[in-house]
């Protein structure tokens, strides 16, 4: 999402479980017992909580697995913010400034968007504060990431070492087993199917199914349904100037630097010179370039005259920010304080937004303002004709304009990929009594941002006992799959045995030869890979078996063994480079064992797959 985070990618995907740390296990069964408070799980002094958890999954459903990689994610982090805040680390407000400005979703053509943070942050329902708390979160975390990412050492020798195994080329010959290929010895007949169906009778009970009509009134439907004068456009667009995506200012200024630990007395000085400076240029405007090659302390734009550049709102630290975008341009401002010290600014020229470039965006709030506005009274219209006409939802949509959408069979196990469909609310409310049996239209059921969904039952089926033969094609198809499975499975071990002795080995119907190494593996699944490149290369023809997820058992005869093009100079640079992650991945992984021990983690009251809401 941001680009300090792409400019890390490899030390980022290690914190967040992309890379997977298998030397750290934070299975939830390795957790001691917690105190009574409802929290996921306790990292030393910090507390992860549900919710927690339901931000990073972004509230998409997640079955167990997901949901304990995500709290293992979280927990990684506060161990390294723990050992940061403990060791004194901070963040400056420069720091975070300058990681805020270059986030490439809050910039318009290369520039920070004062504009586009405001949505930013309002999409996501986040204060400034908040978010910039977050920031200075992964900006630490970042920073005791770096502390290990690239700092490894492998030796050449180590490295051509790896490359000569990466090129490494062997000749192989393909005999594949299938399960279906031992369908004849698998029992399908009608005493076999129907102790299966009675062993797994559950299993052929089907849940029950609803099929639903449905309205959606969102926001944006209602901003969809809604027209903007150009004359309303052009008086905002006249209005808010400042505030679109595009302005930028060009402005100069004059530094004189303050130490941050300087006593008052010795500000006093830097400001009596400061004001000094302004005296001289409110006499000669001038001068300003003059005076700030040889005045001003910022080291970037003092051999400039002072120039900063184009730049937009929100871009500078605050005093800075408000003053420039206040001024008219020419104009010379008062000396500035900040955080850096004192500053004197010219404008020197504003840049406005081309109307014809912002137009489709102006009138998109506009119509979004206008909708926010009736989006009440609609919401209350909604409830009220769902109600009056609960035997339809066509008075809904006449009175409401919204279309009526349908859905396949739905049921509570298996749930739609719309997210309409699958949200937990609309589901409680299609098997609810009012909607199921009275064949009733739902109350609104708000979904989150604004969305409000009304459904009736269209169909319905009964959750009901299939019976054997609508299910006798299915059991024997997964009889065949699963006992052919182990058939082939056995007889290529004991094949693979024979050929490994030396014996039928031209007997077999082998595939094409096929050239492959490490490096280049062809469509050769990754498990096949390892075993081939395990067998021995000495004496030669040598065999390897793997076994695949389909149930296919796979033999591999490896008939000669070559050392293969050497690798270039650029595959061994980064063949070093992944052999340095490594390293650091295995650094880092002791490490977070270590702070383990000093932030003990104890699970919560809180169930990791717990729905209900704390």
Same mark, same amino acid.
């Given at each position: 999402?941001?680009?300090?985070?792409?400019?890390?990618?490899?030390?980022?995907?290690?914190?967040?479980?992309?890379?997977?740390?298998?030397?750290? @296990?934070?299975?939830?069964? +390795?957790?001691?017992?917690?105190?009574?408070?409802?929290?996921?799980?306790?990292?030393?002094?910090?507390?992860?909580?549900?919710?927690?958890?339901?931000?990073?999954?972004?509230?998409?459903?997640?079955?167990?697995?997901?949901? *304990? *990689?995500?709290?293992?994610?979280?927990?990684?982090?506060?161990?390294?913010?723990? #050992?940061?805040?403990?060791?004194?680390?901070?963040?400056?407000? &420069?720091?975070?400034?300058?990681?805020?400005?270059?986030?490439?979703?809050? *910039?318009?053509?290369?520039?920070?968007? #004062?504009?586009?943070?405001? &949505?930013?942050?309002? #999409?996501?329902?986040?204060? $400034? &504060?908040?978010?910039?708390?977050?920031? +200075?979160?992964?900006?630490?975390?970042?920073?005791?990431?770096?502390?290990?990412?690239?700092?490894?050492?492998?030796?050449?020798?180590?490295?051509?070492?790896?490359?000569?195994?990466?090129?490494?080329?062997?000749?192989?010959?393909?005999?594949?087993?299938? $399960?279906?290929?031992?369908?004849?010895?698998?029992?399908?007949?009608?005493?076999?199917?129907?102790?299966?169906?009675?062993?797994? =009778?559950?299993?052929?009970?089907?849940?029950?199914?609803?099929?639903?009509?449905?309205?959606?009134?969102?926001?944006?439907?209602? !901003?969809?349904?809604?027209?903007?004068?150009?004359?309303?456009?052009?008086?905002?667009?006249?209005?808010?100037?400042?505030?679109?995506?595009? %302005?930028?200012?060009?402005?100069?200024?004059?530094?004189?630097?303050?130490?941050?630990?300087?006593?008052?007395?010795?500000?006093?000085?830097?400001?009596?010179? #400061?004001?000094?400076?302004?005296?001289?240029?409110?006499?000669?405007?001038?001068?300003?370039?003059?005076?700030?090659?040889?005045?001003?302390?910022? $080291?970037?734009?003092?051999?400039?005259? /002072?120039?900063? @550049?184009?730049?937009?709102? /929100?871009?500078?630290?605050? $005093?800075?920010?408000?003053?420039?975008?206040?001024?008219?341009?020419?104009?010379?401002?008062?000396?500035?304080?900040?955080?850096?010290?004192?500053?004197?600014?010219?404008?020197?020229?504003?840049?406005?937004?081309?109307?014809?470039?912002?137009?489709?965006?102006?009138? !998109?709030?506009?119509?979004?303002?206008? !909708?926010? /506005?009736?989006?009440?009274?609609?919401?209350?219209?909604?409830?009220?004709?769902?109600?009056?006409?609960?035997?339809?939802?066509?008075?809904? *949509?006449?009175?409401?304009?919204?279309?009526?959408?349908?859905?396949?069979?739905?049921?509570?196990?298996?749930?739609?990929?719309?997210?309409?469909?699958?949200?937990?609310?609309?589901?409680?409310?299609?098997?609810?009594?009012?909607?199921?049996?009275?064949?009733?239209?739902? %109350?609104?059921?708000?979904?989150?941002?604004?969305?409000?969904?009304?459904?009736?039952?269209?169909?319905?089926?009964?959750?009901?006992?299939?019976?054997?033969?609508?299910?006798?094609? @299915?059991?024997?198809?997964?009889?065949?799959?699963?006992?052919? =499975?182990?058939?082939?499975?056995?007889? @290529?071990?004991?094949?693979?045995?024979?050929?490994?002795? /030396?014996?039928?080995?031209?007997?077999?119907?082998?595939?094409?030869?096929?050239?492959?190494?490490?490096?280049?593996?062809?469509?050769?699944?990754?498990?096949?890979?390892? =075993?081939?490149?395990?067998?021995?290369?000495?004496?030669?023809?040598?065999?390897?078996?793997?076994?695949?997820?389909?149930?296919?058992?796979?033999?591999?005869?490896?008939?000669?063994?070559?050392?293969?093009?050497?690798?270039?100079?650029?595959?061994?640079?980064?063949?070093?480079?992944?052999?340095?992650?490594?390293?650091?991945? +295995?650094?880092?992984?002791?490490?977070? &064992?270590?702070?383990?021990?000093?932030?003990?983690?104890?699970?919560?009251?809180?169930?990791?797959?717990?729905?209900?809401?704390?």
């Amino acid at each position: 999402m941001f680009d300090f985070v792409q400019n890390n990618k490899i030390a980022i995907q290690v914190i967040l479980g992309a890379v997977a740390l298998t030397f750290v @296990g934070f299975g939830v069964g +390795s957790y001691t017992s917690a105190v009574d408070d409802p929290y996921l799980v306790k990292v030393g002094s910090a507390k992860i909580y549900k919710r927690d958890l339901d931000r990073i999954l972004e509230g998409q459903p997640s079955d167990a697995a997901t949901r *304990q *990689q995500a709290l293992d994610d979280l927990i990684r982090q506060d161990l390294l913010l723990a #050992a940061a805040q403990d060791g004194g680390a901070t963040v400056s407000p &420069e720091q975070l400034r300058k990681v805020i400005a270059g986030i490439a979703e809050l *910039q318009e053509n290369g520039q920070f968007s #004062a504009a586009r943070y405001k &949505e930013f942050l309002a #999409a996501r329902n986040l204060s $400034p &504060e908040a978010f910039e708390a977050k920031i +200075s979160r992964d900006i630490m975390l970042q920073n005791q990431i770096n502390n290990f990412a690239g700092t490894g050492f492998v030796s050449r020798s180590m490295v051509e070492r790896m490359g000569g195994l990466m090129a490494q080329e062997r000749q192989v010959r393909l005999l594949l087993l299938k $399960p279906a290929d031992f369908a004849s010895q698998v029992k399908t007949d009608d005493a076999a199917l129907k102790a299966f169906y009675d062993a797994n =009778a559950k299993r052929f009970r089907t849940a029950e199914s609803v099929k639903l009509d449905y309205v959606v009134l969102s926001p944006q439907a209602v !901003a969809d349904g809604l027209t903007v004068s150009d004359a309303e456009v052009k008086q905002y667009y006249e209005q808010h100037k400042a505030d679109l995506a595009g %302005e930028e200012r060009r402005a100069s200024h004059i530094l004189l630097s303050v130490p941050k630990d300087a006593k008052p007395a010795d500000k006093a000085k830097v400001k009596a010179e #400061a004001e000094s400076l302004l005296k001289q240029l409110r006499a000669d405007p001038s001068k300003f370039a003059e005076l700030a090659k040889s005045k001003s302390q910022d $080291p970037g734009s003092a051999a400039n005259g /002072g120039d900063l @550049g184009f730049f937009a709102r /929100g871009a500078m630290v605050k $005093p800075f920010d408000d003053v420039v975008f206040r001024m008219q341009p020419g104009k010379i401002s008062e000396v500035v304080e900040t955080e850096y010290g004192y500053h004197i600014i010219k404008l020197d020229e504003v840049k406005q937004p081309d109307f014809a470039a912002v137009k489709a965006a102006v009138e !998109a709030k506009l119509k979004q303002q206008k !909708a926010a /506005g009736q989006l009440r009274s609609m919401a209350d219209k909604l409830a009220e004709v769902a109600y009056q006409q609960a035997d339809s939802l066509k008075g809904v *949509q006449d009175a409401l304009k919204l279309q009526i959408k349908h859905s396949d069979w739905l049921s509570r196990d298996k749930k739609s990929t719309d997210p309409v469909l699958a949200n937990p609310k609309v589901l409680d409310a299609a098997f609810s009594d009012d909607v199921l049996k009275k064949k009733h239209n739902s %109350e609104p059921v708000d979904i989150g941002g604004g969305n409000l969904v009304v459904v009736r039952v269209a169909d319905h089926q009964p959750e009901r006992q299939q019976k054997l033969d609508e299910v006798r094609d @299915g059991i024997k198809n997964e009889l065949i799959a699963t006992q052919g =499975a182990k058939l082939a499975e056995k007889q @290529g071990q004991a094949l693979l045995a024979q050929l490994k002795s /030396g014996k039928g080995i031209d007997a077999q119907k082998w595939s094409e030869p096929l050239t492959i190494s490490r490096r280049n593996p062809g469509a050769m699944a990754a498990a096949d890979v390892r =075993a081939v490149f395990a067998a021995q290369s000495s004496p030669l023809p040598s065999f390897a078996g793997s076994k695949h997820d389909n149930g296919d058992y796979a033999i591999y005869q490896i008939a000669s063994v070559a050392p293969g093009a050497a690798v270039t100079d650029e595959e061994r640079t980064q063949l070093a480079a992944a052999m340095v992650q490594m390293t650091a991945r +295995s650094q880092l992984g002791s490490y977070l &064992e270590t702070l383990r021990q000093k932030y003990p983690v104890k699970m919560g009251k809180q169930q990791l797959n717990d729905q209900s809401e704390q």
